[in-house]
Nanobody
């Protein structure tokens, strides 16, 4: 079993920054894909950023490239999503997830999910 707990969401103005954290517990190994997804009201869940826990290049949605960075701190068993230059379109519930395939950032490839943390970006 894997447990994921997100934190760090909040309300910011356009251009602001937030760092989301995902505390990971349970069995995670190097080939586990960790990811951040988001879902806005009335929209499908979107894979924002993913990477393999053992290392390697991350995968980003085009809409966040150059603004968001996914990273990990193995000592703290935590995965982060640094979000800079936030825009109103980034407003959504953000979820941390663990799964088996990173490249396509597809929700169906992820079997473990956190409860989500809300991000609101005002103009």
């Amino acid at each position: 079993q894997v447990q994921l707990v997100e934190s760090g969401g909040g309300s910011v103005q356009t251009g602001g920054s937030l760092r989301l954290s995902c505390a990971v517990s349970g069995y995670i190994y190097s080939k586990t894909c960790m990811g951040w997804f988001r879902q806005a009201p009335g929209k499908e869940r979107e894979g924002v950023a993913t990477f393999y826990y053992g290392g390697g290049s991350p995968y980003y949605a085009d809409s966040v490239k150059g603004r968001f960075t996914i990273s990990q701190d193995n000592a703290k068993d935590t995965v982060y999503l640094q979000m800079n230059n936030l825009k109103p379109d980034d407003t959504a519930m953000y979820y941390c997830a663990a799964g088996y395939r990173c490249r396509d950032r597809t929700a169906s490839d992820f079997g473990y999910w956190g409860q989500g943390t809300q991000v609101i970006v005002s103009s």
